[in-house]
């Protein structure tokens, strides 16, 4: 297990409209804010798109499941952000619904905005922790300075 310890930094609440994109704009907020470590709360609505569902199969490395949404889909997540070598990244998990379909996953690439997307974002200061790029899993993992 690794950990850091940090401290609650400032507290933003944001209103994302239709249009918009979600991991557009809170990318583009970030920069702005000079955030290096946040999560986000959010909740409204995304029009077509597609989250990863899990892996194809349980193997190192995985291969995404993807699965398209289409049309407007009531929406809730959280998202982490953390520094990289290459500009912050974000890791964003929803539960998507429409009528009595529902999706649970990572929303990749857009996520286009159906009337309004509101966002609680909380800055952690003070953090030791970046995602960095794991071969093996071909992800960009969470690390962090301790270790338990």
């Keep these: ?12 609440v944001l209103r994302i409209d239709h249009g918009e ?5 809170l990318n583009k907020f970030i920069s702005l804010k000079k955030i ?3 999560m986000a709360l959010f909740l409204g609505a995304l029009l077509d798109g ?3 569902t899990g892996p194809m199969k349980p ?13 407007a889909w009531e929406v809730f997540g959280m998202a982490t952000i953390y520094p990289s070598n290459d500009g ?14 529902a999706l ?13 997307v509101e966002v609680v974002l ?18 960009f993992l969470l690390t962090l300075k301790e270790r338990l």
């Design 1 to 12: 297990m690794q950990y850091s310890e940090g401290r609650m930094g400032r507290v933003f």
């Design 21 to 25: 994109d979600l991991i557009e704009s």
């Design 36 to 38: 290096e470590s946040c």
């Design 50 to 52: 597609q989250a990863v």
């Design 59 to 71: 193997e190192i490395p995985p291969t995404p499941n993807l699965e398209a949404y289409q049309s």
């Design 88 to 101: 912050p990244k974000m890791h964003i998990h929803s539960g998507l619904g429409r009528g009595r379909e």
């Design 104 to 116: 649970t996953g990572c929303i990749r690439d857009r996520a286009e905005v159906y009337l309004i």
């Design 122 to 139: 909380f800055e952690i200061c003070g953090l030791e922790a970046e995602r960095a790029w794991d071969g093996r899993m071909q992800l």
